[in-house]
């Protein structure tokens, strides 16, 4: 049995939790990662800005890439050479943010129109 960092957490646990918590995150070569898809590079400049506002508010920092019109997000600590429960928490408010639709919920703020001239962030249903 390998030794396990202090703060790491066991692949059976990440997987467990993703499900119940993060269902469109995924574990995968020891990251937790999120590809979003967007509408254009101008989201997915937008995508990016958003997660590294996020990232360095909480002083913990993903790996990114990005293309055209996507953008995949993953989260391990560096630090501890796994993933914490840091990456979780970063994880859920990213989500939170980046996968926000306020058309969804009501409210004076409406959404981003459906005309594909103004298309932002292709979400998840």
Known sequence: MTERREGVL?????AERLKAEL?????????IRRTYKTASWKSTLMVINT?????E??????DLTASYAWVEVRLMNHAAKGVTEKDFALARKIEEVVAWQPGAEGGALEGTPTDQRFAYIKYDH
Do not use: C, N, Q, T
């Open 10 to 14: 066991d692949d059976d646990v990440i």
């Open 23 to 31: 269902p469109h995150w995924r574990y995968e070569d020891g990251w």
């Open 51 to 55: 997660v590294g506002h996020l990232a």
């Open 57 to 62: 508010a909480a002083w913990h920092h993903p």
